[in-house]
């Protein structure tokens, strides 16, 4: 595997505005077929095995939104990991598949890759009571290749691809500890991991 601290010696290009990227066209997406909201424990282990043989994937979480000023999260209720053809997603109330959920994120075997990570994981070890292993964040190596201010995933999909990542803000804000998860969350937490994954093959096209 290369060296993913090694600063690439030719500078990125300047980071696109929010009013540039409003005019390019959408970046793909992965369809409601190829997302699997885990349901049992032999789906989460099929999840499992999927996600350990590809070595990497896109990784996200989704948190109920706290708005009273001292409400403390419970979150994380969604994981979501992808892979370059397939997202699951496990809801965290399903007490059955969190050893897997927990065997996954623990995994040094699994290089988990996303954007802006550092409360993700927070909460994750309040949750899980594990400690996440193999997690890079993507945002960190933007830094390193000279970007001063925080490169989030709509912005370096329109770097690397020129190309607009929806984000439904609605969706954003939605109630992520509800049981049954609407058909543009799933879309969306899917898609949040699934384009991070994108983003990284284009950093580093060798693995």
């Not at 329109?158 to 799933?186: D, G, P």
Request: charged share 25%; with cysteine; proline share 5%.
């Amino acid at each position: 595997m290369n060296d993913h601290n090694h600063t690439p010696k030719r500078p990125l290009p300047p980071l696109p505005e929010r009013e540039q990227i409003a005019l390019l066209d959408p970046f793909d997406s992965l369809d409601l077929k190829d997302i699997v909201v885990v349901a049992s424990l032999a789906e989460a282990e099929r999840a499992a095995d999927a996600l350990l043989t590809a070595g990497v994937a896109g990784f996200d979480t989704e948190s109920r939104p706290t708005f009273a000023k001292n409400e403390v999260s419970t979150g994380p209720h969604v994981v979501q990991f992808a892979t370059r053809d397939t997202a699951w997603l496990f809801q965290l109330h399903r007490d059955e598949c969190n050893p897997v959920v927990a065997g996954l994120l623990a995994s040094r075997e699994l290089r988990k890759v996303g954007f802006g990570l550092s409360s993700d994981l927070s909460l994750i070890k309040l949750r899980l009571a594990i400690a996440p292993q193999a997690v890079f964040d993507i945002d960190d190596e933007f830094r390193r290749r000279g970007y001063r201010r925080s490169v989030g995933v709509k912005t370096a999909v329109a770097l690397m691809f020129n190309r607009r990542f929806a984000k439904s803000r609605k969706a954003t804000t939605s109630n992520w500890a509800h049981k049954q998860l609407s058909e543009s969350q799933i879309r969306y937490a899917a898609n949040d991991a699934w384009a991070s994954l994108r983003v990284f093959d284009a950093l580093f096209p060798n693995g």
